[in-house]
């Protein structure tokens, strides 16, 4: 039976694509000449601040975005909003953090809902209520993917978006069905969303311990962010990918390993921080990258010898690091560490 069509109302409806780089198509490697060859001076900056922020500089990031909020006041300024919160997150600005979610909270409440600005704000407040996992807070639209009208070339980020929701509500099946599907019809190339997309695929398959599959996307995202060392994606999935890093990129690509470790490693600290306020959880913040792999791994019921061969590492390394984990986090069996990892 045909679902009901949701009423206007329901709908995120944009006329434009306000992104750049993050829903931009360019082949590999080129990331830079496609945000020079941006022709408005607004949209060439908020191309810039993008690939900083993608580029692990989440400090000169912000200074970017705060520069196109000072140029525009049109729909690129909530792009910019969404830039300059995550890059204060990446950069460990908590409270800016927090000052400019509060800000686009206003910002929303002073359109009508129908007005381009109110439903463009209304998508970066859903955006990052799903990125700190504040999940049972959200009031996603009830008809799911089909309330976004927006434009095809940011299509494929609302689909990561309700796909990584998905799988913070449990529906694993559908979040998969339809991050592969948006992968598989999406205008190639687009190398940022296509990331998303395949770390998302990579985290729910790693989550019902399919572990060939996850490599495949994790290495396909891979591919996609070497050429122009879009590092942020994966630092920002860290706590997700269950020691896909260690896996592989440890051994193979030991530069780019230590920096996405460093990144995260920041990341996860400010993000727990503002986590943990938001929903009252109390998510570990005293670990580190390796340490919280391990643990959700061994939360997922991995044994030490497993833990050892999908990480790369020797099995008394293992027993080291639970040993740090458990005297850190107070505990003392692996069930207790599903209080403190997601």
């Known amino acids: 039976m045909a679902s009901p069509e949701p009423a206007h109302g329901d709908r995120f409806h944009l006329s434009f694509d306000p992104f750049v780089l993050t829903t931009g198509s360019f082949e590999p490697g ?38 196109v909020r000072n140029h525009t006041e049109g729909p690129a300024s909530i792009a910019a909003f969404l830039g300059g919160t995550l890059s204060a997150l990446a950069d460990g600005n908590v409270y800016d953090v927090i000052d400019t979610y509060r800000l686009a909270t206003e910002l929303s409440a002073a359109f009508s809902p129908g007005h381009t600005m109110r439903r463009m704000s209304d998508f970066f407040l859903l955006y990052f209520n799903i990125l700190v996992k504040n999940v049972p807070d ?17 299509l494929p980020m609302a689909f990561y978006i309700y796909s990584d929701y998905l799988i913070e509500t449990g529906d694993i099946g559908r979040a998969v069905g339809m991050a592969e599907g948006a992968l598989i019809f999406i205008k190639k190339p687009c190398p940022v969303s296509e990331i998303y997309l395949s770390l998302t695929i990579c985290s729910a398959y790693m989550n019902r311990n399919v572990w060939d599959k996850a490599e495949y996307y994790f290495r396909y995202a891979w591919s996609l962010a070497k050429p122009d060392d879009l590092l ?66 061994a939360a997922n019921n991995m044994t030490n010898q497993e833990i050892a061969d999908f990480c790369g590492i020797s099995v008394n390394s293992v027993r080291a690091h639970l040993r740090n984990i458990f005297n850190k986090l107070n505990v003392n069996c692996r069930k207790d560490l599903k209080t403190f990892v997601i």
């Open 30 to 67: 080129l990331a830079d000449a496609f945000c020079s060859a941006q022709e408005d001076d607004n949209r060439r900056r908020l191309g810039l601040a993008e690939l900083t922020y993608y580029r692990g500089d989440p400090g000169g990031a912000a200074a970017l975005f705060e520069e």
């Open 138 to 154: 959200i009031h996603f639209p009830p008809y799911g993917i089909h309330a976004f009208d927006v434009p095809g070339t940011l």
């Open 232 to 297: 942020m994606p994966f630092a920002e999935l860290r706590g997700r990918l269950f020691g896909m890093l260690e896996r592989c990129l440890r051994h193979e690509e030991p530069a780019a390993y230590k920096h996405i470790t460093e990144l995260a490693n920041r990341y996860h600290k400010s993000w727990v921080f503002i986590h943990n306020a938001l929903t009252g959880e109390r998510l570990a913040d005293n670990l580190t990258a390796i340490e919280y792999n391990i643990a959700s791994l």
